[in-house]
């Protein structure tokens, strides 16, 4: 056993991310050594049904905003910190986090460094947020930077600039194509996939969930093929639940998203996205 100390706000904290309970919590952390990772895996190999830090509960305080080029080929999306809702909800911050994310549309910078070091109104984006700092007397930062060239690209901002999304999708924009897109961001900001389909899904997530299928199965008493079949099968459903592609459509659950895609030109698809929440 571990001599690890766990603390109540450790411990509270796991619960937050998983909604598991205090003790369950409290024992994932000390065997786990107070690895969070770990005790989330340890939580789910239990058979908790976890939230897997995937849960925007901790949120700081801040914007998303999302833009794509006009001739939709380019996408960004920049996330401006805040430390309180009420700076958050301010109509110059969100009107200064608007204009950084045009900066960033027009000038295409590899890295929040790099926008930072673009010039606005006279001096350069860091100059101005050190200004808003001084002016406001909360810490305010670009604290994540995405971009998507693809096709068509698509931005949706929702719940507020709570969070913004962009989907890149692999056929030449039309009306019909970007409401599209439109809907599948709605769906990638409500249900937070992992990736487009298990084949995006990098490998180590992979033997990640593999593994954590197998232990559930074995704690069941499954052994040898049958073991080995029913975890696969868990594994399956995980990539149906959790990537974007195979997804039930959430305005229409009788079909997957990638049917959806299909019903609205043939060889429709996603072939990237990105998605930033407020503190995630």
Do not use: W
Request: aromatic fraction near 4%; proline fraction near 1%.
């Amino acid at each position: 056993m571990s001599t690890v100390t766990i603390s109540a706000a450790d411990v509270n904290k796991l619960r937050q991310q998983t909604g598991a309970g205090m003790m369950d919590c409290r024992k994932a952390l000390a065997e786990s050594e107070g690895d969070f990772e770990k005790a989330i895996d340890y939580l789910r190999k239990k058979g908790q049904k976890v939230a897997a830090n995937r849960s925007d509960r901790e949120a700081k305080e801040g914007v998303v905003i999302a833009k794509a080029s006009a001739d939709n080929k380019y996408g960004v999306i920049v996330n401006l910190s805040s430390e309180t809702d009420f700076v958050s909800k301010n109509a110059e911050f969100i009107e200064f986090a608007q204009s950084l994310t045009d900066i960033a549309l027009n000038n295409k910078p590899a890295s929040i460094e790099d926008l930072k070091a673009l010039a606005m109104d006279g001096a350069t984006v860091g100059d101005k947020l050190l200004e808003m700092v001084a002016k406001i007397g909360e810490k305010i930062d670009v604290v994540r930077f995405e971009t998507v060239t693809a096709e068509t690209v698509v931005p949706y901002i929702h719940a507020g600039y709570r969070i913004g999304v962009l989907v890149g999708m692999n056929k030449t924009a039309n009306d019909n194509i970007i409401a599209a897109g439109r809907d599948v961001a709605m769906q990638i900001a409500a249900m937070n996939p992992l990736a487009v389909d298990a084949d995006s899904v990098s490998a180590e997530m992979v033997e990640r969930e593999k593994a954590i299928a197998v232990e559930q199965v074995m704690a069941e008493g499954k052994t040898g093929d049958m073991a080995e079949k029913i975890a696969m099968g868990k594994l399956n459903k995980f990539f149906k639940e959790n990537t974007l592609l195979p997804q039930a459509f959430v305005k229409d659950n009788g079909k997957s998203v990638g049917d959806y895609l299909k019903s609205v030109e043939a060889d429709l698809t996603v072939v990237t996205f990105k998605r930033i929440a407020v503190g995630a």
